[in-house]
């Protein structure tokens, strides 16, 4: 099995030192979720979704 590796965003330590609120904002700062709202969004305002 393969693995890949990557930096870490932050250490361990550096994760329980922050706040709460600065915690979810530094973990999904860094996700791209771009593409997964492209899937998910409406694309009119009231009805079924047009296709």
Do not use: C, W
Not at 15 to 38: G, V
């Amino acid at each position: 099995m393969s693995y890949i590796r990557h930096e870490s965003l932050f250490t361990l330590q550096e994760l329980y030192e922050m706040e709460q609120k600065d915690r979810f904002r530094e973990i999904f700062s860094a996700i791209n979720i771009t593409p997964i709202l492209r899937l998910v969004r409406k694309t009119s305002l009231y009805g079924a979704p047009l296709k």
